[in-house]
């Protein structure tokens, strides 16, 4: 029995501490246009860059592209 609880606890243990990547690139589309989001999962301040690649399809930002994240912030370009 004591085995058995062992085990329920180191299992319940791994999902608490499960783990999230710290930038998420998320993706919007409205009609034509697609719009990419970087979101911060973390406190700490990040720089991401981030390039495209692809064909047919124009972009009106320079790519690739930098951007510069605070604490759970969600930044589009």
């Known amino acids: 029995m004591k ?3 062992l085990l329920c606890c180191l299992f319940l243990m791994t999902q608490l501490f499960a783990q ?3 930038v998420e ?3 919007s589309e409205s009609g034509n246009e697609v719009t ?3 979101k911060s999962n973390v406190r700490d301040f990040l720089t991401v860059e981030v390039s495209i ?3 047919g399809f124009t972009t009106s930002v320079p790519l690739p592209v930098k951007a510069d994240l605070v604490s759970y912030e969600k930044r589009s370009w």
């Open 25 to 27: 690139i998320l993706k």
């Open 3 to 5: 085995g058995i609880n």
């Open 36 to 38: 990419y989001y970087a």
């Open 20 to 22: 999230n990547p710290e």
């Open 53 to 55: 690649e692809g064909t």
